[in-house]
């Protein structure tokens, strides 16, 4: 009862069911009680209440000198008074307000899914006083850049920012789509340096709208509430949308010249008494009828109906999609190009190989290693490092000074005293023993970067460094053969044997290396010439000449990115390329659910028309299949609302 009444809230069901109710009583008293006195005033008001919002669509669509649908069933049910079927008249009222009024509040459930991330970031929030620590609740408005907060156990996150004290499991699934909690853990201020450093790092990084886990949390704001990545997320779902997709655009412009056509016919129709052995009346109820069914009610809905769906399903899996045309495209992808680093890899190198030679051990030599290299500010350094102290724990390292970095070779340095050398092969002289440099070339073949430590005069080994792919590339490129893609490119500035070793890890049929960007836009082109339909993943900055030139281009791990967020039609918000198969199955089941309301919108038609004009059909029956054909295409759109991957 309670779902009834706050239905009936609404102002156009209320009427639409004020005008079935007058239609009823008018009904169930002439049936039983014959003739009544007034009781045709009852007709009257189901008329006033079922017309009412028809009637101001359509003084509003007259005034933009459009004809629509609205304007049809008026003059049905007009036309119908006119031949004196009040009763029929009434109902094509009732059932068209009613129709109306439920496409809208099945479409309000839609655009709910979407207005709901609004209310996910909280109204206030726990300021920290920078100088006494004191804790004041203030609106999440009124926080700006520098801010600290205090963020309690299972409480929203305020604003984006960065971990600064406490460590929490935050779930981020509101924001990015993730199904686990992301552990945060506080940023070192010693190595932070700016906002954006901070932003390549998950384990620091905190999205407005996740949900804090069981730790207390201090967070540093980044930027104002209108600013957020949850923000910035709301503002493009409700420009997309706006966007219209190919389908839509066919929709609105069939209306356009299906309406006049069909109002021309009835017409001409309504005058078939004239070369007919039968009364006007009869032509004129034929006329009207053919104008029920001719009505494309279900065929105007379809389209945005599933659009809007699919948009704000997808906003809940950490999926951003600008508009109906980037859904409907990727459907029709074939063919897809990956860049490298921070796509289909981890955008880090990472320690991959350690050999040791003459028995120095293994973690000896990391050890000697990481003391140099923590001198060094150099990316394969910290690397070293970072590897290093991750496999060897808590166990101190040796006292390293005196660094002199050999430009584009490698590093020197001295640890525990005694000479330490790190880089590559040629920073040494041609002392390397010939086993370091046979493995030394089989690395660099496996698209290794390799250096060389050597300690005191004496070779410790090798190191092999490689930026890895990521735990989840196979398994999505996997999914996207199972999907039908068929051709799956690596495009990177990487060098050839690089691009080669991930593309044999992760399954893609070519790695094409040493290319700058205008060089991946030119790929692309040829691609988009083979296979049409050719979608671009990338950082949505590096890569925006080839996202732009792609078909439809996607931004990997775009929360938190402005760049990326602008520049690409759909926009992963984690960085999980497994998001990138959910993202093309989502637009073929989206395409699917379109290509089946077209069918039966326009298969309706292509029925009552015929019937109505043969006389198969009276008024009442083409009332009922019409706006039954209506809401069962708003009704099978919102379908997506709950869809679930299949591959």
Known sequence: MSNIIRALSSRDLLFSFICGLLLLVNRVVTWTAGPVPGIDLLLAGSYFFGGYYTAIEVVRSLRDREFNIDLLMLIAAIGAAIIGAYAEGALLLFLFSLGGALEHQAMDRARS?????????PETAHRLDNENGDVTDVPVEELVKGDRVLVKPGERFPADGYVLK????????????????????????????????????????????????????????????????????????NEAEKQKSPTQRFATSFEKWFVPAVLIFVTLISFAFLVLDEAFSTSFYRAMTVLVGASPCALAISTPSAILSGIARSAKLGILIKGGGPLEEMGLVKAIAFDKTGTLTEGRPRITDVISLNGSGEDNMLRIAAAAEKLSDHPIANAIVRDALARLGSEKLPEGSSAESVQGKGLKALVDGRITE??????????????????????????????VVRYDGEYLGLIGLMDVSRPGSKSAIQKLRALGISRLVML?????TVADAIARETGLDEAVGD??????????????????????IGDGVNDAPALAGASVGIAMGAAGSDVALETADVALMADDINKLPTAIALSRSTRRIIKQNIFISLGMIAFLVPAALFGFATMGIAV????????????????????????
Do not use: C
């Open 624 to 647: 009922f299949l019409h706006e039954g054909s209506t809401l069962t295409v708003v009704l099978n759109a919102l379908r997506l609302l709950g869809w679930k991957e299949q591959v």
């Open 422 to 451: 790190i880089g590559k092969a040629g920073l040494f002289d041609n002392s390397i023993p010939e086993s370091l440099i046979n493995s030394d070339r089989e690395l660099m073949e496996k698209g290794r970067t390799t250096v």
């Open 113 to 121: 899914a979407i207005s709901s991330l609004s209310e996910l970031a």
């Open 515 to 536: 290319l700058l960007p205008e060089d991946k836009l030119d790929y692309l082109k040829k691609m988009v010439k083979e296979y049409a339909h050719v979608a671009m």
């Open 492 to 496: 990177t500035g990487d060098n050839q």
């Open 166 to 237: 406490g460590q929490s499991a935050v779930n981020q699934a509101p924001i990015t789509g993730e199904s686990i909690p992301v552990d945060k853990a506080p940023v070192d201020p010693k190595k932070l340096i700016a906002d954006s450093e901070v932003a390549s790092f998950p384990e620091h990084v905190i999205f407005a709208g996740s949900i804090n886990g069981d730790g207390s949390v201090e967070m540093v704001v980044t930027g104002a509430a209108s600013d957020s990545t949850l923000a910035r997320v709301i503002r493009l779902i």
